[in-house]
T-cell receptor
C-alpha cells in the first residue's frame, strides 16, 4: 500500500526567505504525486502535480517541486515566501486505480514578518 | 464553472437529528468523493462515487449514508451521529480518469452536540 511521510510538522520562515517542504513516498510503481495547500477552515487547493516527464514541476503561486525517484522524494520549494503562504501543506500520492489519494500528515507553515 | 460548492458551511446538530450535506460541481466530472478531516490531521477518504455508482466505502459507519442523485450532485445523509463525528467534511471531484487531480470544495464544518 502507498504511504506518504512529511517529516516536518511545523516550519517557521521569515517573509522573503526561501521555503522547502519535504515529502517522502512509498509506492511500488511510478507514483502520481500532488501538493495541496489548505488555509485555515478552507478546502484544499492544488499547487502542482507530477505524473511523468520532467522531474521539476512548476505550480501556482510561485511553487515548484522536484521528483527524485532514487530518494523517493517530492519536495516543494518556493524561492521567496509571502505572508499569504502561511497555511497547511499536504503531499499526496494516488493509487494505481486512480481513485484514492493518500495524504501525508501535513506541514504547517508560519511566516514571520 | 470551475469549482466545487458545499452547503451548508456550518452545521450544528444533536445526536438524534437527521441532516444532510450537499456537494455540487458543474465541471462535468464523473468521480466525486467525501472526506472527513479532523483538526490538524490530513483528510481521510470516506466514499468514492464513479459514474454515479458507489465504488469505494472506507468502512464508514452506517450513520453516514452517501447518495449521488446525478453526476453533478453528491449528498451525505447524517443520522444518530456521535460527538466524535464533529469535523470538517470535504467534498471533491475529478474528471474520472487516471491523469487528473481532485478538486476540493470549501467544506462543511460539522459540530455534533
Amino acid at each position: 500500500a502507498q504511504s506518504v511521510t512529511q517529516p516536518d510538522i511545523h516550519i517557521t520562515v521569515s517573509e522573503g526567505a526561501s521555503l522547502e517542504l519535504r515529502c517522502n513516498y512509498s509506492y511500488g510503481a511510478t507514483p502520481y504525486l500532488f501538493w495541496y495547500v489548505q488555509s485555515p477552515g478552507q478546502g484544499l487547493q492544488l499547487l502542482l502535480k507530477y505524473f511523468s516527464g520532467d522531474t521539476l514541476v512548476q505550480g501556482i503561486k510561485g511553487f515548484e517541486a522536484e521528483f527524485k525517484r532514487s530518494q523517493s522524494s517530492f519536495n516543494l520549494r518556493k524561492p521567496s515566501v509571502h505572508w499569504s503562504d502561511a497555511a497547511e501543506y499536504f503531499c499526496a500520492v494516488r493509487n494505481a486505480a486512480g481513485n484514492k489519494l493518500t495524504f501525508g500528515g501535513g506541514t504547517r507553515v508560519l511566516v514571520k514578518p | 464553472d470551475t469549482e466545487v460548492t458545499q452547503t451548508p458551511k456550518h452545521l450544528v446538530m444533536g445526536m438524534t437529528n437527521k441532516k444532510s450535506l450537499k456537494c455540487e460541481q458543474h465541471m462535468g466530472h464523473r468521480a466525486m468523493y467525501w472526506y472527513k478531516q479532523k483538526a490538524k490531521k490530513p483528510p481521510e477518504l470516506m466514499f468514492v462515487y464513479s459514474y454515479e455508482k458507489l465504488s469505494i466505502n472506507e468502512s464508514v459507519p452506517s450513520r453516514f449514508s452517501p447518495e449521488c442523485p446525478n453526476s453533478s450532485l453528491l449528498n451525505l445523509h447524517l443520522h444518530a451521529l456521535q460527538p466524535e463525528d464533529s469535523a470538517l467534511y470535504l467534498c471533491a471531484s475529478s474528471p474520472g480518469d487516471l491523469y487528473n487531480e481532485q478538486f476540493f470544495g470549501p467544506g462543511t464544518r460539522l459540530t455534533v452536540l
